[in-house]
């Protein structure tokens, strides 16, 4: 699957995304009753300042216009209202926003959404059902791994590419491949225990 794309980087820094980009409408990604609300129309985007994207969001095809400067994250949670990745700072800093592209963990948040054309993108609504849970989700209630919930979307879909990646032999080792996960209600034992109890029933890849 991955290996047949051309791959390239798919994190950019906010500050190449402001310097490519032009000054363009952002209502695209607003939802209804906020842009019923804006006080004056934005003007149009300009040539080039919509790309259209056509991908594979948890195996379902989609296709969409989006403004060129929009994150993978604000396209997930505003156009296609999947909110389960989060936005913790939107800086690349706390990973709450973590998902996969064909199969690699990403900060959404760093990366342009325009990035993930012909790819699979993997989000926390895409990995279990209510009635047949992933590992790692059922590792993660078993262990209290979460208390207010908030960055548990990103550490579950961190801790299943930190075992697909074959960094999750020692808890010592867990820590650090978790590292870039920030659980504020310092939930930390519990995803360290969550991720040894569901390695093994997660095939690396
Ligand atoms: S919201 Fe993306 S890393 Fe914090
Ligand atoms: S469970 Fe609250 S920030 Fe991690």
Do not use: W
């Amino acid at each position: 699957m991955s290996d047949t794309h051309d791959r390239q980087p798919l994190e950019v820094t906010r500050r190449q995304v402001l310097e490519a980009g032009t000054i363009v409408s952002v209502s695209g990604l607003l939802p209804v009753a906020a842009q019923a609300q804006a006080p004056s129309p934005q003007p149009a985007p300009e040539n080039g300042a919509t790309v259209q994207v056509s991908f594979h969001v948890n195996g379902q095809p989609s296709a969409l216009e989006i403004d060129a400067r929009a994150s993978l994250l604000d396209m997930l949670r505003e156009r296609l209202g999947m909110v389960g990745a989060k936005k913790g700072c939107d800086h690349g800093q706390c990973g709450a926003c973590t998902v996969h592209i064909d199969g690699r963990r990403v900060a959404s948040c760093l990366t342009l959404a325009a990035k993930v054309d012909g790819r699979d993108v993997t989000t926390i609504e895409g990995i279990g059902r209510a009635d047949a849970l992933h590992p790692m989700q059922q590792a993660f209630i078993d262990h209290d791994a979460l208390q207010c919930g908030y960055c548990t979307p990103g550490q579950i879909m961190a801790a299943i590419a930190c075992v697909k990646e074959g960094h999750a032999s020692t808890p010592e080792e867990i820590r650090e491949y978790m590292s870039g996960n920030i659980c504020r209600c310092g939930a930390y034992v519990g995803i360290v225990a969550a991720i040894e109890q569901a390695a093994p029933l997660i095939e690396r890849s």
